[in-house]
């Protein structure tokens, strides 16, 4: 079965820039999409498509893909985005999350 | 948006039923999924359900374990079991599918916390 790797954990300083990868076979060739799930909350869509944003969703989230690694971007962090990130892929008909990547913002 | 019914306790052994409510779309024309997030944990995806049709695609790690059912006429979504086990123990989401395969989660219940204790 497919499956998608993330980072366990990863921190960034406030305003700086933060990178979330997510590595998959060929995931180049699969949409990628991407969910924040702050602390007590539901999971949110940020980035659709690989780098597609919701209505809503600021423009500093991002996505991009290459090879077998996709990349969730955040630019200019701020506290609140503080939370887990999940990157979903179809694998024919079935839903593939990775294992989530804590993102600390220090 | 989507509405999940509250937090349920059960004993090992029990069935319970838990529901998602859908407002604002037309329910008939979008996939509902249903995710599981044990404590502490990533998410599961369990399957998914078109109630157009009640189409039904289950995760393989799930199919026999569970049973997802729609009512269309008051917008319902429901999952459900019939012998609940401790490790069931987990917040229980409904999400819509933007579009048919390959799309995104774009709705997200609130979560139905399930408790399986003796």
């Known amino acids: 079965s497919y499956e998608l790797t993330q980072p366990l954990a990863a921190s960034v300083a406030l305003g700086q820039t933060a990178r979330i990868t997510c590595g998959g076979n060929y995931i180049g060739g699969k949409n990628v999409h991407w969910y924040q799930q702050r602390p007590g909350q539901a999971p949110v869509l940020v980035v659709y498509n690989e780098n597609d944003r919701p209505s809503g969703i600021p423009e500093r989230f991002s996505g991009s893909t290459s090879g077998n690694t996709a990349t969730l971007i955040i630019s200019r962090v701020q506290a609140g985005d503080e939370a887990d990130y999940y990157c979903?892929?179809?694998?024919?008909?079935?839903?593939?999350f990775g294992g989530g990547t804590k993102l600390t913002v220090l | 948006q989507l509405v999940q019914s509250g937090t349920e306790v059960r004993k090992p052994g029990e069935s319970l039923k838990i529901s998602c409510q859908v407002s604002?779309?037309?329910?008939?024309?979008?996939?509902i999924g249903w995710v599981r997030q044990m404590p502490g944990k990533g998410l599961e995806w369990m399957g998914s359900i078109y109630p157009g049709d009640s189409d039904t695609r289950y995760s393989p790690s799930f199919e026999g374990q569970v049973s997802f059912s729609v009512d269309k006429s008051i917008s319902g979504a429901y999952l459900q079991w019939n012998g609940l086990k401790a490790s069931d123990t987990a917040i229980y989401y409904c999400?819509?599918?933007?579009?048919?395969?390959?799309?995104?989660?774009?709705?997200w219940g609130q979560g139905t916390l399930v408790t399986v204790s003796s």
């Open positions: 979903h892929v179809w694998d024919y008909s079935t839903v593939v």
């Open positions: 999400a819509r599918l933007s579009g048919g395969g390959h799309h995104p989660f774009d709705l």
């Open positions: 604002g779309y037309t329910f008939t024309n979008y996939w």
